[in-house]
């Protein structure tokens, strides 16, 4: 059985195991909250885990990898994650517990083919994730350039205010 084959029968049992190994890598605390999935207000971080994990199995089971609703899905994903403090790997290999279950659930009867062409596919889901968490890594490190100039910049902006440090007409008498 091939990786996609296998997420299309297990796809109804496998969400609540998923979102149980994304949340699995919080501290104790930070668990118990994130794991009430149904309060999209009190717990926007359990609820977006829970429900973009199901989103991306129903991409996966239906063969639709390269829609908006799949890629966007495994973007907050790994914004949530990667904002998190959690080590890269952990932030990135969402698809890890789901690729295990594939593995646990090999039989004899898989050829070469079909299992080479599973390990491709999973890494190219890899690879989307990498992506799209070299985007938002990008966004945060423009979002934080953005915040140092504009803090740094209004003081700036005031000590010349106040000492006329910048003014033209200083630079002009020497």
Partial sequence: ??????IKENRSGLVDE??????????????VYI?????????????????????????????DTESKEFQESIKEIIKIRSIQGLELWLAVNIFEFLWREYLKDLDSSLNREDLL???DFYHRLLSICITKFVEIRETIAEIQKNEIRNRYGKILERLNERYSLLNDDNNDKT
Avoid: C
């Avoid at 059985?1 to 296998?6: A, D, H, R, S, V």
């Avoid at 998923?18 to 668990?31: A, C, D, N």
């Avoid at 999935?37 to 199995?57: D, H, M, R, W």
């Fill in 1 to 6: 059985m091939k990786f996609i084959e296998f």
């Fill in 18 to 31: 998923w979102f149980k190994w994304l949340i699995s890598h919080y501290p104790e605390p930070s668990r």
């Fill in 35 to 63: 794991s009430k999935k149904e309060e999209a207000f009190t717990n926007p971080v359990g609820y977006s885990l829970y429900q973009n994990a199901g989103k991306i199995l129903d991409g996966l089971s239906n063969g």
């Fill in 117 to 119: 062409s599973s390990m």
